[in-house]
């Protein structure tokens, strides 16, 4: 079916580095999530956008959803071993949700 | 957040056995979930949005006699697995929209069909 594009597909950095991750679509969606998932869980919500432009905050994530309402970025700075996981993005419009592929994030020791 | 509780987290069948996977809204009413299938180290797949009170949609290609969906009330909706085979063992996801705000997850059930 139809998918965001995700980037980057993965990431290795060193622990302390700041990450940077987006989502693009060509469609328009009036909800933005990003989750989490660690291996043989389900994924967890991070973060949720709802408006155009709006930026939000959790912690040491930072999310934006673009002003066209068809992109979003999560920033997640001075990285620690702890966020080793898969990230996805997901748009929600009113009949569909569609999700990323992905970001695998590997931190080197 | 609300909270959706998703059980089994894993279990293992026979090959030809059934198995039931429910997907419970703790806190609030979902009249809409969604099943997901992933494979290792890959994206969620979905596979059928699961409506209270009626017929479940499915995606192409999911076939409905093998992946049942009931969705009997608000804050329940169970996925069977009838006449399961090895080829099926994979990572059951179920979640539950809240409105147009939010989808949230259960913890996801491994399948093992031996």
């Known amino acids: 079916g139809q998918q965001l594009n995700q980037s980057p597909q993965s990431m290795f950095i060193q622990e302390g580095e700041d990450v940077s991750m987006n989502c693009t679509s060509s469609?328009?969606?009036?909800?933005w999530l990003w989750y989490k998932q660690d291996p043989g869980e389900g994924p967890v919500l991070l973060i949720a956008?709802?408006?155009?432009?709006e930026l939000t905050s959790n912690g040491r994530l930072t999310a934006q959803f673009g002003i066209t309402r068809k992109d979003s970025f999560l920033n997640i700075s001075a990285s620690i071993p702890s966020d080793v996981g898969i990230y996805f993005c997901?748009?929600?419009?009113?009949?569909?949700?569609?999700f990323g592929k992905g970001t695998r994030l590997h931190i080197l020791p | 957040g609300a909270v959706v509780s998703q059980h089994p987290s894993r279990v293992i069948c026979k090959s030809g056995t059934s198995v039931k996977i429910e997907c419970r809204s703790l806190?609030?009413?979902?009249?809409?979930m969604f099943w997901y299938r992933q494979f290792p180290k890959k994206s969620l797949m979905l596979m059928a949005t699961?409506?209270?009170?009626?017929?479940?949609?499915?995606e192409q290609g999911v076939e409905k006699d093998k992946f049942l969906i009931n969705h009997a009330s608000l804050t329940l909706s169970t996925l069977t697995v009838t006449s399961a085979h090895p080829e099926d063992s994979s990572f059951y996801i179920c979640?539950?929209?809240?409105?147009?705000?939010?989808?949230?997850f259960g913890s996801g059930t491994q399948l093992s069909v031996l």
């Open positions: 979640s539950a929209r809240v409105g147009d705000r939010k989808l949230f």
């Open positions: 469609s328009i969606f009036n909800t």
């Open positions: 956008l709802y408006k155009a432009g």
């Open positions: 997901a748009g929600l419009g009113r009949d569909k949700i569609i």
């Open positions: 806190d609030f009413q979902a009249t809409t």
């Open positions: 699961s409506n209270e009170g009626s017929k479940a949609t499915y």
